[in-house]
């Protein structure tokens, strides 16, 4: 059975514990919950009936990946941030000005991206043409990048926000940003060994 990453925090800066527990250990966790069923169903499931109409094995798999991608958006979200947040510096700031040209052209990018999406925004890191990009996903199995390393992801359903904002998105944005964690950004690019191309 998948384990539940618990947080490291309590209380971020304009994200309430309330809004954190809600989001973490009911949202969250129920997605790790479902994708260890998917999982479990999936080893009996009859293949012999599968078809592109319908069939419980076609199903399955069309679920798997929504539910799995609720787990790794929803961790890689709450990895990213961190109490009072630090400044991007680093090899992520490096990345970020030579690919858009300035740290404040990324983040009103970013920050437009989070206005005009419904589910998540992803910094990923595009393995095949070696570069950053900011990009929108509708809903957790749709708008991801095949090849890209996410690097940095910011959770836009209202379910984000809403018992600390109600419909005000641009003021969750607003706090998300109080509370990014760069730190370990720069650790994924390490992991990843992403560098600079020559």
Partial sequence: MREIKKLTYSELNGLSSKQL???????????????????????????????ATYSEFGELKREETFALNGVKLHEGYFDNMKPNGSDCTGRIREFIERDFGSYEAWEKEFRAAGLAGR??????????????????????????????????????YEHAYFLDYGTGRKAYIDAFF?????????GLLEKYNIRPVP
Avoid: P
């Fill in 119 to 156: 589910g998540w925004v992803v910094l990923g890191y595009d393995l095949d043409e070696q570069k950053l990009r900011n990009v929108l996903c509708d809903a957790h199995n749709h708008g991801g990048v095949w090849n890209m390393a996410a690097l940095f992801i910011m959770d836009i």
């Fill in 21 to 51: 527990a809600e989001h973490h250990d009911v949202l969250y966790a129920g997605y790790v919950k479902k994708i260890g069923e998917i999982e479990d169903k999936l080893k009996t499931a009859d293949l012999s009936v599968a078809n």
């Fill in 178 to 186: 109080k509370n990014i964690d760069w730190g370990h950004v720069n």
